[in-house]
């Protein structure tokens, strides 16, 4: 028997952390994540290795980000056409099968680009826009904070990789990095989505399914409407412009502690702090985007880290310092792609999602696949880090100023395309 009920928000959390836990670890474990944030104690080992420079490494990013692009439209298409759950299991498969080829990496630069061009390919299917879809599916009244639990997952990756990939490079060598990460998605990833993904039943599937007969849908634009909006490229411009800066200091904050006099342990270290202020900065954020202005908090929340490229830039080289400008990049780094989720979800609807932020994803993507070529020449051209930190200032500032323009929330807007009580039905 049917009984209609409105759950409460934290009803969603008690019937789908599972579902959270998931995603959460998911995230974790993404290549644009994981690798990304593992990649600044990598260009070390790879330089005593082969001889390569640091913008000969650099470029590197621009090739897994230029792949990420690609395979974040291939994978919208692919979850439409396949399903969510035989994507991601094929996908976690095939990333741990990948990093394990680490080893054919040699003294051509281009061994390195290529590992790094097939890992977002080959892992397609674990990219923030499976993620942060699942979620969608799975929650409505706190969806906001449970796109930024989800997505804390970077920096739970920011927090314990390089920490990890640098005791394993000690013991083992380069190759044990790749070989890390590997293990990472296969035992613990893997099982998990095999037991729990089961899309078709996700609440908003399942009522949906329910209403069929009556015509019901998910709510939303549709894709070539939601083209032709202005606040969809004023959301994309936003959100690629602090990509860029934020891909501009996670690469570097690293190897720049290290020419301020820190050991490769203590600037690992201390970039620690980044993940575990990137946490907290996505927790607060996705809290508050559930009851405030979204592009009101993106906006405040962007401006942290330039005030940190600031403290790097004009501050002395203090510990307690140096870990406060860390932390204040980190905790604003923490708001951009659960907050463009949700407000993809919330200005367009969940009809298109996939797409739609598919397309943000790969917007964002290419500002990181980009970034590095630009960040190769600031630092060829200057002695030290202060032109990459002026960019990095720059990007965030401006990216805080875009994302107020998309204005109010559409009248008539909703979180979902039913009631509550409809949507939670048992």
Known sequence: ?????TVQGPGEFRTSWKILLLASLGMTTCVTAALLYGFGVLIGPLQQAFGW???????????MFGST????????????????????????????????SAPLINGSIWSLYAVFTILPLAGLGTLQVTWTQVVNLWFVRNRGLALAITLSGTGLAAAI????????????????????????SFFLVLPMAICLLHPSQAPTIVSVSRQ?????????????????????????????????????????????????????????????????????????????IDRFWAPGVACISLSMPAVGCLLF?????????????????????????????FLVARYFG??????????????????????????????????????????????????????LAMGKYPSGSAR???????????
């Open 1 to 5: 028997m049917m009984l209609n009920r």
């Open 53 to 63: 420079t640091r913008s000969e490494i650099h470029l590197a990013i621009t090739c």
């Open 69 to 100: 692009i690609l395979a974040a439209q291939l994978v919208a298409w692919l979850n439409k056409r396949y399903g969510i759950r035989a994507v991601t299991i094929t996908s976690l498969v095939a990333l741990s099968l990948t990093y394990l």
């Open 161 to 184: 990789t390089p920490p990890l990939l640098s005791w394993a490079i000690q013991k083992w060598g380069w190759q044990s990095a790749f070989f890390t990460l590997a293990a990472q």
């Open 212 to 288: 069929q007969a009556g015509g019901a849908k998910l709510e939303g634009m549709e894709f070539s409407t939601a083209l032709r909006q202005r606040r969809f490229w004023l959301c994309n411009l936003a959100f690629s412009v602090a990509v860029s800066g934020i891909i501009a200091m996670v690469t570097n904050i690293v190897p720049m502690l290290q020419d301020k006099g820190l050991t490769a342990l203590q600037a690992s270290s201390i970039f620690g702090s980044f993940g575990l202020a990137l946490i907290g900065g996505r927790i607060i954020s996705g809290y508050l």
């Open 313 to 341: 830039l004009f501050g002395p080289s203090d510990t307690g310092l140096l870990i406060l400008a860390t932390v204040l990049v980190g905790f604003g780094t923490g708001a951009e792609y659960d907050i463009a989720a």
């Open 350 to 403: 969940l009809r298109e999602y996939g797409r739609l932020f598919a397309m943000t994803f790969g917007f964002t993507t290419a500002s990181a696949a980009f970034s590095p070529l630009l960040l190769w020449m600031l630092l060829d051209t200057s002695k030290g880090y202060s032109s990459l930190l002026v960019y990095g200032a720059t990007c965030f500032s401006l990216s805080a100023i875009t994302i």
């Open 416 to 426: 979902s395309p039913f009631s509550e009580g409809e949507l939670y039905a048992s």
